[in-house]
């Protein structure tokens, strides 16, 4: 395979993405907020059951102007989902792409926030870390602080602060070419992968602290032996990746943390 070089970014073209799987009862409250942002939102009802297709046609038929729904079966993930919506705003002429959970955990003030940090900064990857509130499972978020001590190691630096948050600005260019030529999973452990190789492809990430709620419809489709399975797995393929690529990975942490100093410098004087 061609190592060939992802060009720079300077243009910002933005639009959102909702992975959607079953979440019937939070769904319209999320749309009814994104409106507000003057954005293009592409739906994709990843597989969902038939209870849900009056809702979606619902929205479809009265959002029509910015909201597109893309449907297909059977259910691939929601990896499978982000990409889906992803390449549908690369045809459309998009440089960026704002993904929001369609469960209701997260506030559209704080994509907000997400997409200004990526106009700013058209190159990078921006991410939200969530701050947990009560209704957070404990084994739930025990399980993430493990993933994440897991991407330290594999990224070889402490830039990526939450690699399971699903609320991100996505520059369309890098992602692409990482889905395009590398083996990535299409499930939950998606979030995770697609984060990692961004950080071994020098793409700079951007945290934001970010409330978290767990689902106001009270539905979650992590399943505890399947996903954590897959995200072990993938774990330990980024483990081997790393120590592949690891005096490549220095080197982008090298060029990341001199550029920031560099910023920091011009800043204060």
């Given at each position: 395979m061609t190592n060939v070089a992802i060009k720079p970014s300077t243009a910002f073209n933005s639009c959102i993405v909702v992975p959607f799987y079953n979440h019937a009862e939070s769904i319209g409250t999320v749309v009814h907020g994104l409106k507000s942002l003057g954005l293009r939102c592409y739906l994709?009802?990843?597989?969902?059951d038939s209870a849900c297709?009056?809702?979606?046609?619902?929205?479809?038929s009265t959002e029509a102007e910015w909201l597109h729904v893309i449907s297909y079966q059977p259910n691939q993930g929601k990896g499978r989902a982000v990409i889906t919506g992803v390449e549908a705003a690369e045809r459309d002429g998009f440089t960026h792409v704002a993904q929001i959970d369609a469960d209701g955990q997260h506030r559209v003030q704080d994509l907000m926030l997400l997409?200004?940090?990526?106009?700013?900064?058209?190159?990078?990857?921006?991410?939200?870390?969530?701050?947990?509130?009560?209704?957070?499972?404990r084994l739930r978020l025990y399980g993430r602080y493990i993933t994440h001590v897991l991407v330290w190691l594999n990224t070889l630096s402490l830039q990526v602060r939450d690699s399971m948050c699903g609320l991100r600005v996505y520059p369309i260019s890098p992602t692409l070419y990482i889905w395009r030529n590398f083996v990535l999973g299409t499930r939950m452990s998606f979030?995770?992968?697609?984060?990692?190789?961004?950080?071994?492809?020098?793409?700079?990430?951007?945290?934001?602290?970010?409330?978290?709620?767990?689902?106001?419809?009270?539905?979650?489709?992590?399943?505890?032996?399947?996903?954590?399975?897959?995200?072990?797995?993938?774990?330990?393929?980024?483990?081997?990746?790393?120590?592949?690529?690891?005096?490549?990975?220095l080197w982008h942490n090298l060029r990341r943390w001199l550029g920031l100093m560099t910023t920091t410098s011009s800043e204060t004087t």
């Open positions: 994709i009802n990843d597989g969902s297709d009056a809702v979606l046609q619902q929205l479809a997409l200004e940090k990526a106009k700013l900064n058209p190159q990078a990857m921006i991410t939200g870390y969530g701050k947990f509130d009560a209704s957070v499972p979030d995770i992968e697609i984060l990692v190789r961004l950080c071994w492809r020098g793409v700079r990430i951007i945290n934001v602290a970010v409330p978290v709620t767990y689902p106001i419809d009270g539905v979650s489709h992590f399943k505890m032996w399947r996903d954590n399975l897959q995200i072990g797995k993938a774990h330990a393929g980024m483990f081997i990746g790393m120590i592949v690529r690891f005096p490549l990975i």
